[in-house]
């Protein structure tokens, strides 16, 4: 069993940057993949990057390619998403999730989800 706690969401301006954080307990994080996710007001959740257990595999959406990171420190058993260049559309509640098996952009393959924390960018 994990339990995911997100933290770093704020409101930032338009072009600023941010870092999400993930931290989870459980002995067993280093054997999940662990991806963000986001939802917009009004839209559904939606795949924004994911890091395979043991950080050489990463992918992300096209939106955000280029502008975010995603890494995963397992000796603190935390994830993170670094954003960069951030824009309004950017703005949504990012939730923190993992997985063993499956597809890494697909929701319905993850496990376990986290309470989410709230990123607003303004123009």
């Known amino acids: 069993q994990v339990q995911l706690v997100e933290s770093g969401g704020r409101l930032v301006q338009a072009g600023g940057s941010l870092r999400l954080s993930c931290a989870a307990s459980?002995?067993?994080?280093?054997?999940?993949?662990m991806g963000w996710f986001r939802r917009a007001p009004g839209k559904e959740r939606e795949f924004v990057a994911a890091?395979?257990?043991?950080?050489?595999?990463?992918y992300y959406a096209d939106s955000v390619k280029g502008r975010f990171t995603i890494s995963r420190d397992n000796a603190k058993n935390t994830v993170y998403l670094q954003m960069n260049s951030l824009k309004p559309d950017d703005t949504a509640v990012y939730y923190c999730?993992?997985?063993?098996?499956?597809?890494?952009?697909?929701?319905?393959?993850?496990?376990?989800w986290g309470q989410g924390t709230q990123v607003t960018v303004s123009s």
């Open positions: 999730a993992a997985k063993y098996t499956g597809d890494a952009y697909y929701p319905a393959n993850y496990n376990h």
């Open positions: 459980g002995r067993t994080f280093s054997s999940y993949t």
């Open positions: 890091i395979s257990w043991s950080g050489g595999s990463t």
